[in-house]
């Protein structure tokens, strides 16, 4: 994950599988759709992390990196797919900055509603 690497706390370095750059590795077929960041292999499971501003006016473009991701999955990376963590959420935004979405509105219901709710650091 790179200089964002820092984002992600392992409370067992052991248990890393490893990251891929997914963003990275799809640019050329994909370059015009939003693109989630990180598949991160942890404990034989996947989640997936996308690094984004935690802004209200963000919110709509992290969505639709979620759908992407959802449908890429479905369609072009079942064995990865396979790979989700099902006792947890898999797919996580992590904040690049400061949280500032206003708890009541709008934005911040369909954030709960979708379970993609912006965290400070994923911990594992």
């Known amino acids: 994950m790179g200089r ?7 409370s067992d370095t052991r248990k890393a599988d490893g990251s891929l750059d997914v963003d990275a590795c799809v640019a050329r077929l994909y370059p015009d759709e939003n ?41 072009k990376a079942s064995a990865i797919n396979q790979l989700k963590a099902k006792e947890r959420t898999p797919f996580y935004w992590v904040q690049s900055g400061k949280f500032n979405i206003l708890k009541t509105s709008r934005q911040y219901r369909e954030l709960v509603n979708a379970g993609l709710l912006p965290i400070a650091k994923l911990k594992l």
């Open 35 to 75: 693109r989630w960041d990180y598949v991160l292999g942890y404990d034989g499971k996947a989640y997936f992390v996308e690094i984004h501003p935690a802004q209200t006016s963000e919110i709509s473009i992290v969505l639709k990196k979620l759908q992407w991701l959802k449908d890429w999955l479905n369609g």
């Open 4 to 10: 964002n690497s820092s984002k992600v706390e392992l």
